[in-house]
């Protein structure tokens, strides 16, 4: 049985200590990283931009998808490549300039393109597939090199400085995302300006993580062996886990589609964002402390949560629909921590990216369950979407269970 390492005690000034210059560049990218992720986040801003597109919600669930999928999917295909590289940084470099292309493209055609809906549309949509086409080709370099120049005892502290201030600033942020789709502005002007805002954002974090001083490494002698996970039991666990927690988040687009189709709540998307962000950064002082002791107690507890959300729709009043988000920046904040840190020290140095792209893509397949839970929703409606969100995060507390223990 796999046992990763225990981690001494945490504060948040041993979390915010940023004099090691790799460990700062990384924290402060995940901060921009954060506001770009909050002027374009894809669950409430991309989602509510579609909709107000009037496009269908089996595609409105493809747009987080695409996001997802495209981040994830291509690392298995790319991981014998980017092993032999002996500075992972230089991809990394070179494939932000595409990203930032794409998410100004989706910019420049919601100032343009206006009058012509399904221009509008193709450019945005365009624009999203070229930024997650070149978000997977720089993934894998990211965590390689995060993985190399962060020591294994300041992972869960690195991953927690990033989510606790550009939460807190993705929160300040979502008041501005509020004021801004309040503008007496012809739509989508208000939207456009919100994408500028994250191609500015993202294009800055990019540039930042690229100075990160990465050390040089010689080519492993063997090809990357992508069957070598397999035949970890501990691994196959922890896939079959993170599978069922993909197909149980075919339901997180579709709140804010909830809040906007079935509650008339378009203006409050702003709020909402404030409140998904504000329970993201608080939660992480608690995830945080519990990742001392091991990720599979933050995996738990995130799984207990989100079983909990997909329920609340039916039975809050509307006044009282910002619950669901605060519940679901918690539960998303604990997942994401403890299976990117899970991950990373589960696997053998040696082996490092065979674990990180066969897990990644696997995972990142199971990201169109959102394109599943728009048909859902189109043929069944909203409780069938919910009910089977609620069965799946289910089964991932009960399989969660057999996870190796850290510590």
């Known amino acids: 049985m796999w046992k990763g390492p225990r981690e001494g005690r945490s504060t948040i000034l041993t979390i915010l200590d ?31 931009f579609a909709a107000k597109l009037g496009a269908p919600a089996s595609l409105i669930g493809l747009l987080p998808a695409l996001l997802q999928a495209g981040g994830m999917v291509p690392q298995a295909f790319l991981a014998p490549w980017v092993a032999r590289l002996p500075r992972k940084i230089v991809l990394y470099r070179k494939v932000a300039a595409l990203r930032l292309l794409g998410v100004l493209l989706m910019a420049l055609s919601a100032f343009l393109l206006g009058p012509w809906p399904h221009l509008l549309f193709l450019g945005f949509l365009l624009g999203l597939l070229l930024n997650a086409l070149f978000t997977g080709v720089s ?5 390689e ?31 501005l995302v509020r004021v801004i789709l309040a503008l007496p502005l012809p739509f989508p002007l208000p939207y456009a300006l919100l994408f500028a805002l994250g191609a500015l954002a993202f294009g800055a974090g990019w540039y930042l ?25 501990a691994f196959r666990r922890y896939l079959r886990v993170r599978l069922l927690l993909g197909l149980g988040g075919m339901a997180e687009p579709f709140y804010a589609v909830f809040a906007v189709r079935r509650l008339g709540q378009g203006a409050e998307l702003g ?28 995996l ?18 509307p006044s ?17 921590l403890a299976t990117t840190t899970y991950l990373l020290n589960l696997a053998p140095k040696e082996e490092r990216s065979a674990y990180i792209g066969l897990a ?48």
């Open 18 to 48: 940023l004099r090691e210059r790799n460990y700062r560049l990384a924290v402060v990218n995940g901060w921009l990283v954060w506001l770009g992720d909050t002027f374009l986040n894809p669950n409430i801003v991309l989602a509510g």
């Open 139 to 143: 993934s894998l370099p990211f965590w």
């Open 145 to 175: 090199v995060v993985a190399k120049t962060v020591p294994m005892s300041r992972r869960a502290a690195l991953f927690s400085a990033r989510n606790l201030v550009g939460g807190l600033l993705a929160f300040l942020a979502g008041f």
């Open 209 to 233: 993580f690229g100075l990160t001083e990465e050390p040089r490494e010689e080519a492993p002698p063997q090809k990357v062996d992508l069957l070598a996970p397999w035949r970890d039991p």
């Open 271 to 298: 709020l909402y964002l404030s409140l998904y962000a504000l329970s993201f950064t608080l939660s992480n002082l608690l995830w945080a402390r519990m990742a001392e002791r091991g990720s599979k107690g933050v």
């Open 300 to 317: 738990q507890a995130g799984a207990f949560l989100a079983v909990a959300t997909p329920l609340l729709p039916f039975l809050l009043p």
């Open 320 to 336: 009282l629909f910002g619950v669901v988000f605060l519940l679901q920046g918690a539960y998303l904040a604990a997942l994401g």
């Open 360 to 407: 990644n893509t696997l995972a990142g397949l199971f990201a169109f369950s959102s394109v599943l839970g728009g048909a859902l929703v189109d043929l069944l409606g909203f409780p069938a979407l919910f009910l089977a969100a609620f069965a799946f995060y289910a089964l991932a507390l009960w399989v969660g269970r057999r996870l190796p223990q850290e510590g």
